[in-house]
């Protein structure tokens, strides 16, 4: 990006205020960047070094960074989500075995999964293929309300083989179950974020109540005195700290 392209000509691009790309015509690196600086402080960033002129988009690195990286996991988590199942069968199965068969590719559609179907042939069955071949078409067409087949059946061999995949409608469906899923997994771990914190701040208030209680009970008792004229130990007290003579007997008297 900026002074790193290596290229003098670019193809110049810039996001629009309505949020989509804007082309900014062809011009030179250094009025492309110039022109970078002018929007703000963004960065040249090149987007193709492939074409003539080579193309490069004005935009803020990081945040741009940020979408790829984010864009690339959810390819990747996608990509990953889609798997391709195998369902094996002989060419003259019984309906007891085909419904077996059918109701697996039947669960493995609807998980959002390709599913390879094949007629395994042993020795001269091999001449049958065109019973092989209608049995595939039977078993598309018995889930044709969820998948649709990939080309044609082919034969490899001894194996006649085929790929069915699920419609647009179902992979639809089991995208808008897999987010709703998500945001219940997610509203429910706010949820129990919540709680702690509650909880948290309950169990740092009782500890407050409870060092405020410990705190008085450790305070050391205040005497009280009661001075009660009439109480004899009290006037004993007095006698004893200003003696007693006839003198006294007859100043108090």
């Known amino acids: 990006m900026n002074n790193e392209i290596e290229f003098d000509e670019l193809r110049v691009t810039?996001?629009?205020?309505?949020g989509k790309d804007e082309a900014l015509g062809v011009m030179s690196k250094s009025e492309a960047i110039a022109k970078a600086k002018e929007m703000g402080g963004l960065d040249l960033i090149l987007i193709n070094a492939q074409t003539k002129p080579p193309v490069c988009k004005i935009a803020d690195y990081s945040k741009?960074?940020?979408?790829?990286?984010?864009?690339?996991?959810?390819?990747?988590?996608n990509s990953k989500a889609s798997?391709?199942?195998?369902?094996?069968?002989?060419?003259?199965?019984?309906?007891h075995d085909y419904q077996?068969?059918?109701?697996?590719?039947?669960k493995f559609i609807v998980q959002g999964n390709r599913v390879r179907c094949t007629v395994v042939f042993k020795g001269r069955e091999v001449q049958?293929?065109?019973?092989?071949?209608?049995?595939?078409y039977k078993l598309q067409d018995d889930l044709a309300d969820i998948c649709t087949m990939e080309g044609k059946p082919r034969r490899e061999g001894r194996f006649l083989a085929c790929v069915i995949s699920p419609r647009q409608e179902v992979v639809k469906k089991i995208g808008e179950k897999k987010r709703a899923t998500d945001k219940a997994k997610r509203k429910e771990k706010d949820m129990q974020r919540q709680e702690k914190a509650e909880s948290i701040t309950t169990v740092s208030e009782d500890d407050a109540a409870v060092v405020a209680a410990e705190g008085e009970e450790s305070k050391p008792p205040v005497p009280v005195l009661n001075l009660n004229e009439d109480d004899e130990s009290v006037n004993e007290s007095l006698d004893d700290l200003l003696g007693g003579d006839d003198l006294t007997d007859d100043l108090f008297s």
């Open 14 to 18: 810039a996001l629009s205020s309505s």
């Open 83 to 95: 798997e391709l199942k195998d369902v094996k069968m002989s060419y003259n199965i019984g309906d």
């Open 64 to 77: 741009y960074r940020y979408i790829k990286e984010k864009k690339a996991k959810e390819l990747k988590k």
């Open 100 to 106: 077996v068969r059918l109701k697996n590719a039947s």
């Open 128 to 136: 049958h293929d065109k019973i092989g071949v209608a049995l595939l």
